[in-house]
């Protein structure tokens, strides 16, 4: 069959959503711009009908590192901390060309385009210190720019550039003017926190651009994010400011930590959280009572913070597994994370695209149409089992179809969610 997508559509027909409600939702402009009970009214063609599918607002991806994605089996890292990956990247780095970046980018970036993520904030190395050339230090950044012209109009790209603390200002300024939207960092790493924390924030306020940095992705040592929501308190409103990990605040005692919570609510500061990471580098000092190297969850939330949650490093020295999958990310959250399947997808939903400064997509009028359909009766259901079955739609256009066919031996099976058969009074 001929390949016929990326395919508008101006409905779709027979969804399911979360709370239970059949709907069809009519599109104009890549936007929802009517939800009404399935077969009220007559909707606009071409409709898709989604009958046995649950309808989702479509993930997206706030934290990724597409320039090391799908690079574990070249890298041949031993299994390790956050020290032992960074050494084997910086060991393998110099080797990579950039068609080997793109390729692996691209790959991945589609992997998550067919498991419903339609925007994409990833990470990208500055490579190299003062020594190298800039032509050196933005390979990766050039090979990701090309892999967000290779897919634009099917998902959203962003690029961060990734100053590790010896890279000097002009190869980070060199990687802003290959494509680069934003500064990052890892001050937590820095022989002196506090001051490559202030540059990077010069740096960014120097390029009149947000910032989205590492912050505190240990267990013990540095604690920036305090400093961090401080300097960034009294930028303008709609100038990006996010910070990854936080691993170090889910280990400070209330008091602190409630105190840090409280001036990152007030300074709009968007925070990341990265499961399946963090749960594979961390903790790797604690033969017992292994701690999980999670930002506190169920306090950010309460207290309003913007909060979002992504996967981080997909088969590569940071993390060997992973799909780069929201899905797989929700049920970590669930898991090891403790938070509702209602919260854990809303941080990979609606908390990711918040963090990223994007328009809510969501089924209701007026939000952009990125959707997710899954084979799946609930989202517990769809969270649970993570269908491998997937049609996932950006902006009113459908991008990405999956479908699977399996076999089993013929075997008398109920289903879950038939209803039980009705025993008469007696
Ligand atoms: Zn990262």
Same mark, same amino acid.
């Given at each position: /069959?001929?390949?016929?997508?990326?395919?508008? !559509?101006?409905?779709?027909?027979?969804?399911?959503?979360?709370?239970?409600?059949?709907?069809?939702?009519?599109?104009?402009?890549?936007?929802?711009?009517?939800?009404?009970?399935?077969?009220?009214?007559?909707?606009?063609?071409?409709?898709?009908?989604? #009958?046995?599918?649950?309808?989702?607002?479509?993930?997206?991806?706030?934290?990724?590192?597409?320039?090391?994605?799908?690079?574990?089996?070249?890298?041949?890292?031993?299994?390790? &901390?956050?020290? #032992?990956?960074?050494? =084997?990247?910086?060991?393998?780095?110099? @080797?990579?060309?950039?068609? #080997? *970046?793109?390729?692996?980018?691209?790959?991945?970036?589609?992997?998550?385009?067919?498991?419903?993520?339609?925007?994409?904030?990833?990470?990208?190395? !500055?490579?190299? &210190?003062?020594?190298?050339?800039?032509?050196?230090?933005?390979?990766?950044?050039?090979?990701?720019?090309?892999?967000?012209?290779?897919?634009?109009?099917? /998902?959203?790209?962003?690029? !961060?550039?990734?100053?590790?603390?010896?890279?000097?200002?002009?190869?980070?300024?060199?990687?802003?003017? =290959?494509? $680069?939207?934003?500064?990052?960092? =890892?001050?937590?790493?820095?022989? &002196?926190?506090?001051?490559?924390?202030?540059?990077?924030?010069?740096? $960014?306020?120097?390029?009149?651009?947000?910032?989205?940095?590492?912050?505190?992705?240990?267990?013990?040592?540095?604690?920036?994010?305090?400093?961090?929501?401080?300097?960034?308190?009294?930028?303008?409103?709609?100038?990006?400011?996010?910070?990854?990990?936080?691993?170090?605040?889910?280990?400070?005692?209330?008091?602190?930590?409630?105190?840090?919570?409280?001036? !990152?609510?007030?300074?709009?500061?968007? *925070?990341? @959280?990265?499961?399946?990471?963090?749960?594979?580098?961390?903790?790797?000092?604690?033969?017992?009572? %292994?701690?999980?190297?999670?930002?506190?969850?169920?306090?950010?939330?309460?207290?309003?913070?913007?909060?979002?949650?992504?996967?981080?490093?997909?088969?590569?020295?940071?993390?060997?597994?992973?799909?780069?999958?929201?899905?797989?990310?929700?049920?970590?959250?669930?898991? $090891?994370?403790?938070?509702?399947?209602?919260?854990?997808?809303?941080?990979?939903?609606?908390?990711?695209?918040?963090?990223?400064?994007?328009?809510?997509?969501?089924?209701?009028?007026?939000?952009?149409?990125?959707?997710?359909?899954?084979?799946?009766?609930?989202?517990?259901?769809?969270?649970? @089992? $993570?269908?491998?079955?997937?049609?996932? *739609?950006?902006?009113?256009?459908?991008?990405? *179809? %999956?479908?699977?066919?399996?076999?089993?031996?013929?075997?008398?099976?109920?289903?879950?969610?038939?209803?039980?058969?009705?025993?008469?009074?007696?």
């Amino acid at each position: /069959m001929a390949n016929s997508l990326p395919r508008p !559509v101006a409905a779709v027909r027979n969804a399911k959503l979360p709370d239970g409600r059949v709907v069809d939702l009519s599109i104009a402009s890549g936007v929802v711009s009517e939800v009404t009970a399935a077969g009220a009214v007559s909707t606009p063609e071409p409709a898709l009908d989604l #009958s046995g599918r649950l309808l989702l607002p479509a993930p997206a991806e706030p934290h990724a590192h597409l320039d090391k994605a799908r690079s574990f089996d070249a890298v041949n890292p031993p299994l390790g &901390d956050l020290g #032992s990956a960074i050494d =084997a990247w910086h060991a393998h780095a110099p @080797t990579m060309g950039i068609e #080997s *970046i793109v390729e692996r980018a691209r790959a991945q970036a589609l992997a998550m385009l067919a498991a419903g993520i339609t925007a994409i904030r990833s990470h990208v190395d !500055v490579l190299g &210190d003062g020594r190298v050339s800039a032509g050196d230090a933005t390979r990766g950044a050039r090979a990701l720019a090309q892999v967000r012209e290779e897919l634009a109009g099917l /998902m959203d790209i962003q690029l !961060v550039a990734l100053a590790g603390p010896h890279c000097p200002d002009h190869l980070v300024e060199a990687v802003l003017d =290959a494509g $680069a939207d934003l500064v990052g960092g =890892a001050p937590h790493l820095a022989p &002196d926190p506090a001051a490559d924390l202030a540059r990077l924030l010069a740096l $960014a306020e120097r390029r009149g651009i947000g910032v989205d940095l590492h912050t505190d992705e240990n267990l013990f040592g540095p604690v920036t994010l305090d400093a961090y929501a401080r300097m960034v308190r009294d930028w303008p409103s709609d100038r990006p400011r996010t910070a990854g990990h936080c691993v170090r605040l889910g280990t400070l005692d209330a008091a602190r930590r409630d105190a840090i919570i409280a001036d !990152v609510k007030t300074a709009d500061l968007g *925070i990341v @959280t990265l499961p399946i990471t963090n749960l594979y580098l961390q903790g790797r000092d604690h033969p017992v009572a %292994t701690p999980r190297g999670l930002a506190p969850l169920r306090e950010l939330l309460d207290a309003g913070v913007r909060l979002g949650a992504g996967a981080d490093n997909v088969r590569d020295p940071f993390n060997p597994v992973g799909r780069g999958d929201a899905l797989e990310t929700a049920a970590l959250l669930v898991t $090891a994370g403790h938070l509702s399947p209602e919260e854990a997808y809303g941080l990979v939903s609606a908390g990711a695209r918040s963090v990223m400064g994007l328009p809510p997509a969501a089924t209701e009028a007026g939000a952009q149409a990125d959707f997710l359909a899954v084979r799946a009766e609930n989202l517990v259901e769809a969270i649970a @089992t $993570a269908p491998a079955d997937r049609v996932v *739609i950006h902006r009113g256009r459908v991008v990405a *179809i %999956t479908e699977t066919r399996r076999e089993l031996p013929a075997m008398s099976v109920v289903r879950p969610h038939d209803p039980p058969a009705l025993v008469p009074a007696s």
